[in-house]
């Protein structure tokens, strides 16, 4: 899985990736939910996760971009498409409750990884939304599979 010139796509360098999170958190600070967008039919959105640290316990917010499937959430568990797992999802896999906050508001929800057809399926629409980039091509430069997330809302929360 390659892109149409058969090679990977260009990646930033690390440091790069991470001082754009720097940034992107800052600004969150800032502005609050001004900086997150509402996903549309055919178009992502940002929200914003809160999950909790698996060794410390203490709360861990990052920002997301997702597409929304009915009242679920759905999003990449990507490094800035580098080889290891993002600390959120692996603070997701120890403690899967988690808080999405997005501009219509914060929901409970609990996280879980797609897989089989319901991945495949996702991972189409994640494909074809503005926003997301030659997936296809980018997870072909990664040496593992790109996990696809499902936020699924806790019922009386």
């Known amino acids: 899985m390659t892109n149409t010139e058969g090679k990977a796509p260009w990646l930033p360098p690390r440091w790069f990736i991470r001082t754009a999170w720097r940034v992107h958190r800052f ?3 800032l502005g609050g939910t001004r900086f997150l967008r509402e996903a549309a039919p055919g178009k992502g959105g940002m929200l ?3 999950v909790t640290g698996r060794r ?3 709360e861990r917010a990052v920002i997301l971009a997702y597409v929304q499937d009915g009242d679920r959430l ?3 568990a990507m490094n800035g498409w580098g080889e290891t ?4 999802w692996l603070n997701l896999r120890a403690n899967p409750e988690a808080t999405a906050q997005t501009v219509e508001g914060i929901v409970r929800v609990r996280a879980r990884e797609a897989v ?3 991945r495949e ?5 994640l494909g074809a939304t503005e926003g997301w980039g030659d997936i296809e091509g980018f ?4 040496p593992v599979e790109t996990p696809v997330v499902v936020l699924d809302p806790v019922r009386g929360a």
Do not use: D, K, Q, S
Not at 121 to 125: G, T
């Open 116 to 118: 089989g057809a319901e």
């Open 48 to 50: 914003r996760l809160v």
């Open 56 to 58: 410390t316990g203490a």
């Open 139 to 142: 997870a072909a430069g990664r």
């Open 27 to 29: 600004l969150y600070r």
């Open 74 to 76: 759905v999003t990449l």
């Open 121 to 125: 399926e996702l991972w189409r629409r």
């Open 85 to 88: 797992p993002p600390l959120w």
